[in-house]
């Protein structure tokens, strides 16, 4: 699958996307054309020629919703994320994935819904990303669900991924992880003039505000500030993404966002989920949010032409690559705990095996305090360990893998005393 995300498709997808002159959230919904509205139509028509491939497991929709007169929303209007669902397989496994692009872009002005906002990257990237995955993937089967989705209103304060996970959370989804792709196909900066298709940013927050009384309390007791539901994602996201793709370097930020910015992960790390931001290395300000124009012999604007499509297509894979080892993997192992009844130099653990799908066995894994990533594993076909490693001097968690290899989100154990 990997192999069959192509850059002339992702181009393809961002000419289109540029082709409808604004995309802005309020510009016209009517315009066979151009606009937000065309743009929608656009994307529901492309999900819906890979749905046709699919062998009925592929779904498409516009999920709308109106807002209100307020902050960055000038009169009521009508918004439109377009979803592709592609259903599991298994009527046991009830567990969803989600990636996610914005489709909507934005001019200097982020009210004004007429003048030309390419966004060619901002988030033409990340909704080609997204349209790409589907392509691939619902040609597959995997026993979870996975959605693949373009929302609006990025730029009017995240309202379409607010509504999105509002309902995962109202409606109680198991969604395990969510990848939100935002400027990921441009590899070079203004000011530093650096240049590097090599390196991909994936930000994660430390702790959920569902973190609290208890699971707050044992977070310090444990030290385990570094293991919170998002940032375990984004090392999951580093050891797949380098695994599968060549030349790619997935570098973790230890933080949910950048300064100045947001983005479509945060309302559901907001609502407890684990969701990470997949951002290109080096950004260029000319290009984001700008008007288009030349000034002092500067092209401003989000044009196609600053588009590197093979760091795209890497960065496009290395998400194909995260979510179908998540969707073909058995979900994680149950009850994980480590015995802490005796002092011991030694570390046991025990769990119990996953609710869906069948496991072959399980990665135990180990690292030091200060590591950042996980540093040994060890293979068994038991749901119990004892490992000659001390408790206090490590971090260990436990993933299922399956007949295929396909590892599960690894879980951390709980104290049992
Ligand atoms: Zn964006």
């Given at each position: 699958m990997v192999n069959e995300v192509s850059p002339d498709s992702l181009r393809s997808y961002i000419t289109s996307l540029v082709s409808f002159g604004t995309r802005s959230t309020l510009s016209t919904q009517t315009d066979q054309k151009k606009g937000i509205g065309a743009a929608r139509n656009w994307v529901l028509s492309k999900f819906n020629q890979f749905a046709a491939n699919s062998g009925g497991r592929l779904s498409a929709y516009i999920d709308t919703t109106t807002i209100s007169k307020g902050g960055r929303v000038d009169k009521p209007t009508l918004l439109g994320n377009v979803v592709a669902v592609l259903k599991g397989t298994d009527p046991n496994d009830n567990r969803i994935f989600l990636i996610s692009g914005h489709l909507d872009s934005r001019a200097s002005d982020v009210m004004n819904a007429i003048i030309d906002a390419p966004g060619a990257n901002d988030d033409g990237s990340g909704t080609a990303a997204v349209i790409e995955c589907a392509r691939v993937m619902s040609t597959r089967s995997f026993p979870a669900t996975i959605i693949f989705i373009a929302v609006s209103g990025e730029e009017q304060s995240l309202l379409g991924s607010g509504f999105m996970a509002e309902q995962a959370k109202k409606e109680n989804w198991n969604l395990e992880a969510v990848f939100n792709n935002d400027i990921m196909g441009s590899n070079n900066s203004n000011e530093t003039n650096i240049i590097d298709n090599t390196r991909v940013r994936v930000f994660s927050e430390a702790f959920s505000p569902a973190d609290t009384g208890r699971t707050i309390q044992n977070i310090r007791n444990l030290g385990?500030?570094?293991?919170?539901r998002s940032r375990q994602l984004a090392r999951y996201v580093k050891e797949i993404g380098e695994r599968y793709v060549d030349n790619l370097e997935v570098v973790m930020v230890y933080?949910?966002?950048?300064?100045?910015r947001g983005g479509d992960h945060t309302p559901f790390v907001q609502r407890g989920f684990a969701a990470v931001r997949i951002t290109e290395m080096n950004e260029n300000y000319h290009h984001q949010h700008q008007d288009l124009r030349i000034e002092k012999g500067i092209q401003y604007g989000d044009l196609p032409?600053?588009?590197d499509f093979e760091y795209l297509r890497k960065n496009t894979a290395m998400n194909l690559a995260n979510l179908a080892s998540l969707a073909k993997a058995t979900s994680m192992p149950q009850q994980v705990q480590v015995e802490t009844k005796n002092l011991t130099n030694s570390t046991t653990l025990n769990w119990s095996a996953p609710k869906s799908g069948k496991a072959k066995g399980y990665y135990v894994l180990m690292r030091e305090t200060?590591?950042?990533?996980?540093q040994k594993k060890f293979f068994t076909a038991e749901t119990k360990i004892t490992l000659p490693y001390s408790k206090d001097n490590y971090f260990f968690a436990v993933q299922s893998v399956n007949e295929t290899g396909n590892e599960s989100l690894p879980v951390l154990p709980s104290v049992a005393r």
């Open positions: 385990l500030e570094n293991d919170g933080r949910n966002d950048r300064f100045l032409e600053f588009m200060t590591s950042a990533v996980w």
